[in-house]
């Protein structure tokens, strides 16, 4: 099924987990909250193309021990709370191998911070804390989102207010920078989305970040209407107050209107884990889930900030020469394979258009630019501007401007520059944090994986070091 629903799954031990549903959906993304090994992997044999969104109530909650520690020190939990990360997925990666489980490659795994820090979070620490999670994620080559956003944030003052995104232009930087994702919850009242529609549900639109977003959780809460909820009480979830074909038909409402930023809208939830949460599970409106519209052709979308003429790179600089024909090298020409992400303008497989990509500049990054008609002068242009310069390898000396340009093309711009940041500008220490990287991407689970290191490997002779 080619739709934008997803799913959110709190595992539960009250019934089996429905499977079943999920591999007749096929959702592009899988959200499991507090999810042992089994767990993802039975997901991902459901549903192997799916992204799998993890989260933890420890490290993202806490019964607001992380809120409170991310007003009190915003980098330092920023970057704590992507370093637990990588030691669970290692954790889970390594329980899976021992027990001849198949586990998500790296590619199909995103983690989140701290859930809707607005409840009590300060704008600058959001963004402070935010930034820090981001890169530090984008350090251990680890896909990651951002905010986790509650209803009606970034600014709560009322449907006629729009939502105010400047004060977090940094948070912004960093989700380019790190190729990460943007985490939003749309929540709407029993009679539906189009009710306040562009405040409850429907503000996304209103965000002219050009990022993927996840609606990480949506659904029927009456909660949103405080003054409504007063006054009627009731249920806070469907269940109660909508049919289940009903809530069939507030999704397709809901999905029909949203634009091509937006990866999976995950309704809220699957199969909790004790009856707290009764009113929300969605498990009796599955078989209307499954009959929405495969294909839902969203209005326009957003248009994209325009590409401006690369730098024209200087043909005297040797470094910049000597990096740019090995990174060339790798890269190679023209490739359209629809199994790669990268070839679409959507970054994800079947989603946009597929451009392909060419000389290493992918539909993915560069989704307005001409990937088939795309000259080697072109591509040499936007390698000098988006990856030599913005990576600091500029500015540094052989071979560490080689490392830091070839990360950079390979594992983003914010994975160099963390990286560095942490080993200094050792090139043998820069080298062995890389391949550490690659460590944990078991050969069998990630066919990228021999090729990366060979890679390396060439680097290692390139530049002398493995002498």
């Known amino acids: 099924m080619s739709s934008k629903l997803g799913v959110y799954w709190s595992p539960?031990?009250?019934?089996?987990?429905?499977?079943?549903?999920?591999?007749?959906?096929?959702?592009?993304?899988?959200r499991i909250l507090d999810p042992d090994v089994q767990h993802v992997a039975s997901v991902h044999a459901a549903a192997p193309r799916a992204i799998v969104f993890l989260?933890?109530?420890?490290?993202?909650?806490?019964?607001?021990?992380?809120?409170?520690?991310?007003?009190?020190?915003?980098?330092?939990?920023?970057?704590?709370?992507?370093?637990?990360?990588?030691?669970?997925?290692?954790?889970l990666r390594r329980e899976a191998t021992e027990r001849n489980l198949a586990f998500p490659p790296s590619a199909l795994l995103l983690v989140g911070g701290v859930n809707e820090p607005n409840q009590g979070g300060t704008t600058d620490a959001i963004t402070r804390y935010n930034v820090a999670f981001l890169d530090e994620c984008a350090a251990f080559a680890l896909r990651a989102s951002a905010f986790q956003w509650g209803v009606g944030w970034p600014n709560n003052k009322g449907a006629e207010t729009p939502p105010d995104w400047s004060p977090y232009r940094a948070v912004y930087d960093a989700i380019k920078r790190g190729d990460h994702v943007?985490?939003?919850?749309?929540?709407?009242?029993?009679?539906?989305?189009?009710?306040?529609?562009?405040?409850?549900?429907?503000r996304i639109n209103k965000c002219d970040w050009d990022v993927p977003i996840i609606i990480g959780e949506s659904g029927v809460d009456n909660y949103v209407d405080i003054v409504r909820w007063n006054n009627e009480g009731g249920n806070r979830g469907w269940r109660g107050n909508?049919?289940?074909?009903?809530?069939?038909?507030?999704?397709?409402?809901?999905?029909?209107?949203?634009?091509?930023?937006?990866?999976?809208?995950?309704?809220f939830a699957t199969d909790y884990r004790d009856n707290s949460w009764e009113s929300f599970d969605t498990q009796e409106a599955h078989p209307y889930f499954l009959d929405l519209p495969t294909i839902i052709q969203p209005p326009k979308p957003v248009e994209p900030p325009v590409v401006?003429?690369?730098?024209?790179?200087p043909h005297s600089d040797k470094d910049w020469q000597r990096s740019r024909a090995f990174v060339r090298k790798w890269e190679g020409g023209y490739s359209?394979?629809?199994?790669?992400?990268?070839?679409?303008?959507?970054?994800?497989?079947?989603?946009?258009?597929?451009?392909?990509?060419?000389?290493?500049?992918?539909?993915c990054s560069y989704p307005d630019l001409d990937i088939v008609h795309l000259?080697?002068?072109?591509?040499?242009?936007?390698?000098?501007?988006?990856?030599?310069?913005?990576?600091g390898a500029d500015g540094v000396?052989?071979?560490l401007c080689l490392m830091l340009f070839d990360t950079a093309v390979l594992h983003g711009v914010g994975a160099a520059k963390a990286w560095v940041s942490e080993v200094g500008p050792d090139p043998a220490r820069f080298v062995a944090r890389r391949l550490n990287v690659y460590a944990k991407m078991p050969a069998y689970e990630d066919k990228f994986w021999r090729g990366h290191v060979r890679r390396v490997a060439e680097l290692l002779e390139v530049t002398g070091l493995a002498e």
Not at 56 to 61: A, G, I, K, S, V
Not at 308 to 313: C, L, V
Request: hydrophobic share 30%; charged share 25%; glycine share 10%.
């Open 336 to 363: 359209n394979d629809p199994d790669d992400i990268g070839n679409w303008t959507g970054c994800r497989e079947g989603v946009g258009e597929l451009k392909g990509t060419k000389y290493g500049i992918s539909a």
């Open 397 to 399: 000396a052989w071979p």
């Open 182 to 202: 943007m985490d939003v919850h749309e929540y709407w009242y029993d009679t539906g989305p189009q009710d306040g529609w562009g405040w409850w549900a429907g």
């Open 308 to 313: 401006q003429p690369p730098t024209e790179p």
């Open 55 to 91: 989260r933890y109530w420890w490290l993202d909650d806490g019964s607001g021990e992380q809120l409170r520690s991310m007003n009190q020190d915003p980098e330092g939990t920023g970057k704590r709370h992507a370093q637990e990360w990588d030691r669970e997925i290692t954790r």
């Open 12 to 30: 539960g031990h009250n019934r089996p987990p429905d499977l079943q549903y999920i591999a007749r959906l096929q959702p592009p993304v899988v």
């Open 242 to 267: 909508v049919s289940p074909q009903g809530y069939g038909e507030h999704f397709a409402y809901y999905l029909a209107r949203l634009d091509s930023r937006i990866l999976a809208v995950l309704p």
């Open 375 to 391: 000259t080697m002068a072109e591509a040499d242009a936007i390698y000098y501007r988006d990856y030599w310069q913005a990576s």
